[in-house]
């Protein structure tokens, strides 16, 4: 034992039980919240996926994993899915190597450094709803800002004598092909800004002293990123993965305001699983066959987060 | 004993915070003063909204012992809140709906029947008073859901000034005249090399297959309404000749990056298939000339599609309730003249036969089509079906698939809506 320090006596049992409601009483108001909008709606889902669960219905039949094997066989749900596996494969990378890149960029410049931080954060505080309009307004292939900077492109490179094709006003949206990478870059504008915060935090936690110990062992900018900062960042990296993943799986809003009628985007593009389950729940009022879709999606989100924390995991051990 | 009294003042605040939640279904004012509170919900976002609100200060002015709250929701939403309100409680005394609403709602007792409200007071209605069409459309299964409010078909609006200057002095009416049309008035006006002003642009693609299908005796279902017919040859040949004026005739652009009623409302386009509420918008923009007229025959029938607003009551309204709000409906049904003028068609049959309704030109043209108007199929699995119908019609008309793969497909799955209990 240090000497200066009390020995600490064992607490007596009415002290001990004083702690734990103590502690209880603090975590209360939380613990009911999340019981209340989040367990209890999370466990009911469950519930209502082994039913038949029309919304208007008076009787709601028990059908077991109906729904689920419904869901599975839906070519429909297939569709969905491969579209939002699409989108994250998009955005998950394209948006972690962005907020790396800006962070890097900040973690570099002092002037004006609050300002530019500020730039480009304030696109996440933004809704969806107000992204997608604005988006979409760009987006337009007759009066949209991105094609008339395109077309002055193109013409500027024409009247260059560069032998390109005339303009043509790009479907940036309402071309199957083209929706799913036009959401992403739309995702990526609204939500690197958050990542790049985490992402400069964890650059400004790499010692000095390693950067320092590197440049005397003659390694350049590229190497003292690739050998000292990036291995550093590894639990940062993981952070910002897990989670752009999970943000990700969910897209929703961006879908839904960008394509009113009809819902999903043209030839089923941008159907999305979680649009898929609202679709289902309030246009089909299926609420079992929804409940059943959001389960599924659960269940993948979550096989696929096990897989990032164990590849990450074990990634560390070998450094 | 400071901290057991802060434990208990937390629990105590979050049990007061639980609380705090309205209860569920409870009882909204039903009178506020004197007066009686009809509350009333509708989706009419646009100018149409002005048009009912204009109509129901009438009725309070005539009403003092009534009072209406008018809720008035986006139409993308509303269906979803209605549904909520009917099933958990808080519907409005009166509503809109669409006439192919009722067979959702009815068959789970959601909807007031409404045949003693219309036989009741000194002026009873009756099916001789109302166009057939929407007259039958307010019935599910014999009973009657609604009272209808008006009717609403597509009809073909003409860029005027387009069809002068390509010699054409009225809106076409076969389907000859019709690509001849279109084929006038399609020009590169900028020399580019691009077409920059299209004779046809398809706006809402559903309504305009459903118009296309009609005349050609078919729609999504069989006429015993148990399976799909959009796999037929009948409808196969609809999809085909919708296909034509953009492949074959190239007098319409690929639906896609195309604003296609902007284009129309900007001159870019001389003829569009919209249905009659969409009058308001060409009568605001400035310096458009333009006509309506009925959609020309493509097909072998006769035929287009319309859709009708009808006035319904929650089921298990107070005898109070449903005596207020009909007061209002009928009001307003008795005053439809008034609803017409914003653009659309009175489903009073007394009030087509008007000389103030013949002296609405648009209006009354679209009117004409009323014996042979199509509504979607008036069944509870509508929603359901239509999923599959729009991607359909929008891979036929981009050209990702042939209209038999896409019909095959459609009918697939809506037979598999249709087989699920």
Redesign the interface.
């Known amino acids: 034992m240090v000497s200066g320090l009390k020995a600490r006596r064992p607490l007596r049992r009415s002290e001990n039980w004083r702690d734990t409601a103590v502690g209880l009483g603090f975590a209360l108001p939380h613990l009911i919240l999340f019981a209340v909008f989040l367990l209890g709606p999370v466990a009911y889902g469950f519930y209502l996926s082994l039913h038949r669960w029309h919304i208007l219905a008076p009787e709601h039949p028990f059908v077991g994993l109906q729904n689920y094997a419904g869901a599975l066989s839906d070519d429909i749900f297939w569709i969905a899915l491969r579209n939002t596996v699409y989108f994250v494969v998009l955005v998950v990378p394209l948006g972690n190597l962005v907020s790396l890149l800006l962070a890097l960029g900040l973690a570099s410049v002092w002037r004006f450094n609050t300002a530019y931080k500020l730039a480009y954060y304030v696109p996440v505080v933004i809704s969806i709803a107000v992204v997608a309009v604005l988006w979409r307004w760009l987006y337009n292939t007759q009066a949209g800002l991105l094609n008339v900077y395109v077309k002055q492109t193109v013409n500027a490179l024409r009247g260059i004598g560069l032998p390109l094709a005339p303009f043509q006003p790009v479907p940036w949206i309402s071309n199957p092909d083209n929706v799913v990478p036009a959401l992403a870059l739309m995702t990526v504008w609204w939500t690197a800004g958050g990542n790049m915060l985490i992402y400069l935090a964890g650059i400004m936690n790499v010692p000095d002293e390693y950067h320092e110990a590197a440049r005397i062992d003659g390694a350049g900018t590229w190497q003292r990123f690739r050998h000292v900062t990036w291995p550093l960042l590894r639990p940062t990296t993981l952070f910002c993965l897990v989670f752009s993943v999970l943000a990700s799986f969910q897209v929703f809003g961006q879908s839904y305001v960008v394509f009113d009628n009809p819902p999903g985007g043209p030839a089923r593009s941008a159907l999305f699983l979680a649009l898929y389950m609202y679709l289902q729940g309030f246009n089909q009022y299926e609420l079992g066959y929804g409940a059943a879709v959001a389960y599924l999606l659960f269940a993948l989100v979550l096989v696929l987060t096990a897989v990032q924390f164990r590849l990450f995991a074990s990634g560390g051990r070998k450094e | 004993m400071k ?2 009294r ?2 208990i003042a ?2 105590v ?2 049990l007061g ?2 609380g705090c939640a309205p209860a569920r279904g409870a009882a909204r004012p039903e009178e506020i003063g004197d007066k009686r509170v009809i509350d009333f919900w509708n989706g009419f976002t646009g100018p149409d909204g002005k048009t009912m609100e204009r109509m129901v200060r009438a009725f309070e002015a005539e009403n003092p012992d009534l009072r209406v709250r008018m809720q008035i929701i986006p139409w ?1 939403v509303y269906y ?1 809140k209605l ?2 309100a ?2 958990y409680g808080g519907a409005p005394d009166l509503f809109i709906l669409h006439a192919s609403r009722i067979a ?2 009815a ?2 007792d ?1 909807l007031r029947r409404v045949e003693d409200l219309l036989a009741s007071g000194t002026a009873p209605l009756g099916e001789a008073d109302f166009a057939a069409a929407p007259w039958k459309a307010s019935f599910y299964e014999g009973q009657q859901f609604g009272l209808p409010l008006d009717v609403h078909p597509v009809g073909l609006y003409c860029n005027a000034r387009l069809l002068r200057e390509a010699g054409l002095s009225k809106a076409p009416a076969t389907w000859d005249e019709f690509v001849e049309a279109a084929r006038r008035t399609t020009k590169d006006t900028d020399g ?3 077409t920059d002003q299209w004779g046809f642009v398809f706006t ?1 693609q ?1 309504t305009n297959w459903l118009t296309f299908a009609a005349q050609f005796g078919t729609g999504i279902l069989t006429p015993d309404e148990r399976s799909c017919d959009m796999a037929s040859p009948r409808n196969l040949a609809a999809l085909s000749r919708m296909r034509e004026l953009i492949y074959t005739h190239r007098v319409a652009p690929k ?5 296609a009623w ?2 129309f409302r900007q001159g870019k386009a001389a003829m569009a298939l919209e249905g009659i509420y969409m009058l308001s918008s060409l009568e605001e923009t400035e310096g458009l000339e333009f006509l309506g007229a009925p959609v020309p025959r493509f097909g072998a029938e006769p035929g287009t599609f319309a859709g009708s607003h009808m006035l319904g009551l929650p089921g298990g309204a107070s005898p109070e309730s449903s005596s207020a709000a009909w007061r209002l409906a009928r009001y307003l049904s008795d005053h439809s003249l008034e609803w017409a003028r914003g653009g659309q068609v009175p489903a009073r049959s007394a009030l087509l036969r008007s000389p103030e309704f013949r002296a609405m030109t648009v209006q009354s043209q679209f009117a004409r089509q009323l014996p042979y108007i199509r509504y979607e199929p008036l069944v509870p699995k509508l ?2 079906l239509m ?1 599959h119908v ?2 359909c019609v ?2 036929v008309l ?1 050209g ?1 698939q042939t209209p038999e793969d896409a019909a095959s497909d459609a009918c697939r ?1 809506i037979d ?1 809506v249709l087989r ?2």
């Not at chain 2, 639906?255 to 604003?259: I, N, W």
């Open positions: 901290l057991r802060a434990l937390v629990i605040a979050c915070c639980s993308r979803d549904t909520l009917l099933v959702q709602f068959p789970y959601k580019d090399g691009r809402w559903r639906p896609e990056g195309v604003d902007l284009a929603n359901g999923q729009d991607p929008e891979a981009l990702l799955r598999q699920r209990p």
